[in-house]
């Protein structure tokens, strides 16, 4: 099993560009998440999605889009990237049950000039 | 919603010596109150975890505490050794329902980076 696998690893934008983030997991995992980590400031949960056809907003979900047509991928969209999206993002996966540990992903950096 | 408080920010040790890192939350209806370690350049990794129904739990040099009456819990780790030093995240969670699903959102505290001097 590859776990949860993110591209890009890294990223520049300009401001006002679009691009989407990718995300795969081989674990058959119900849920999916993505999160932001800023310094010293922890993650921030974007979205998640309880399955296919199936997504909520988190804590900080401006700026952002997702879909989710199958089980394995969970993209996250950003529309007319801004400096503020400048960050760590994080993808992660669990099950729906039986503890639910969260895997993560190793991390895509973006940044937004 | 839930906050989660986490301290030290920072903390440096002897190698050998133990390690102790807190944190607080505000929603008496957590249940689930997992640790991450996350080492430089990687994503976070679940160390050990802790249910609402349990007040302790060790693995090997890592322990856990949780105390609900006074909404804590505490990640302890003992004979510190190099490798130890990464970031550590403490997560709180409630159980949600969404579409008759059950969902655990977590919470994360702002991490601890922890050092071990050799």
């Known amino acids: 099993n590859a776990g949860v696998t993110q591209t890009p690893k890294f990223r520049i934008l300009k401001i006002g560009q679009s691009m989407t983030l990718q995300c795969a997991q081989d674990?058959?995992?119900?849920?999916m998440y993505w999160y932001r980590q800023d310094p010293g400031m922890g993650l921030k949960l974007i979205y998640y999605?309880?399955?296919?056809?199936?997504?909520d907003k988190g804590e900080v979900p401006n700026g952002y889009n997702v879909s989710r047509s199958t089980t394995e991928y969970f993209p996250l969209r950003l529309e007319l990237a801004a400096p503020s999206q400048t960050s760590v993002y994080f993808c992660?996966?669990?099950?729906?049950?039986?503890?639910?540990?969260?895997?993560f992903g190793e991390g895509s950096w973006l940044t937004v000039v | 919603g839930e906050n989660v408080e986490q301290h030290p920010s920072t903390l440096s040790v002897q190698e050998g010596d133990s390690a102790v890192i807190k944190c607080t939350y505000s929603?008496?209806?957590?249940?689930?109150f997992p640790w991450y370690k996350q080492e430089l350049g990687k994503g976070p990794q679940l160390i050990i975890d802790?249910?609402?129904?349990?007040g302790e739990k060790k693995d090997q040099r890592i322990a856990v505490t949780l105390n609900k009456t006074a909404k804590h819990f505490s990640l302890h780790i003992t004979e510190t050794q190099p490798e130890d030093s990464a970031v550590y995240f403490c997560?709180?969670?409630?159980?949600?329902?969404?579409?008759?699903?059950?969902?655990?959102?977590?919470?994360f505290g702002k991490g601890t980076k922890l050092s071990v001097i050799p």
């Open positions: 997560a709180a969670s409630i159980s949600r329902r969404y579409s008759g699903a059950g969902s655990y959102q977590l919470t």
């Open positions: 929603d008496s209806a957590s249940n689930y």
């Open positions: 999605s309880v399955g296919a056809g199936i997504t």
């Open positions: 674990m058959n995992h119900n849920y």
């Open positions: 802790i249910r609402s129904n349990v």
């Open positions: 992660a996966s669990s099950y729906l049950s039986s503890g639910n540990t969260i895997y």
